[in-house]
């Protein structure tokens, strides 16, 4: 709770100081708006950019990403577990998708599918399952040994699907909260580069117009997007995975 208050304190503080200083001080500049300039861009910005749908389209996408690959993990868990745990050199393969540049395979996904809907939606889940089973075969390897003990000695047909699982399950979420801010980068290099629509093409939009107002009030928006999406994750997680990791 105290972290939190003390965050709230330091943002308001770095608020006052924007305001006295771009509002009175430095009223004309080229680095930050006026104040008053951003409550006009933002409704320049809600009304002339469909900012709502916007919205609506890129967060769904990656939060959809996320729950749904969560969902396949939790789906197909057991098969993928005795998978990983039988194949070491799994783990090696999905580690070789962190090297591979993910601007080129948006590029390449962008050429390819020429910026469909579909397509961006598919290729977000994909990135997503991929780097979170790479972290449920990592954390594979760090279940205690005394779990799988006790696990072995109550009921071995579950072994997998739940002792391996849930001992994994809390750092996977806490992934995923990690991840989402890269997730929030890729689909929005995504839009900007397909103009596939979103966010992202908005902020391309607004570059093109030179919106200088537009693009500080966009990235505003976003990072309350993803605080709040951190806080719906921390929640579930605390929810479904309240165990020590």
Known sequence: MNSYRDKFKILS??????????????????????????LESFMHVWQDYS????????????Y?????????LWIFRGSLIKFFLSFSQSLEV??????????LIILM???????L????????ILITFINLSRVLAKELIRTKPEYVSVGLSLNPDKIYSEVYWK???????????RFQRILWLIVLTYEFVAM????GTIMRLALQYRDFGAIIVIGIIQALLIWFGTVIIKFVKKKIAFWES
């Open 13 to 38: 503080a770095l608020a006052f100081v924007y305001i006295i200083l771009f509002e009175f001080v430095l009223p004309v500049n080229k680095f930050l708006p006026k104040p008053t300039i951003l």
């Open 64 to 72: 959809f990403a996320i729950g749904f690959s969560l969902f396949l």
């Open 94 to 103: 999905l580690q070789f998708f962190k090297s591979i540049p993910i601007f």
């Open 117 to 124: 809907e579909l397509a961006k939606i598919i290729f977000t």
């Open 109 to 115: 996904t962008a050429f390819w599918f020429d910026g």
């Open 51 to 62: 900012l709502l749908a916007g919205m609506l389209i890129t967060t769904g996408t990656i």
């Open 196 to 199: 596939s629509f979103g966010m």
């Open 167 to 177: 001992a994994s399950l809390p750092n996977l979420l806490e992934l995923a909260i």
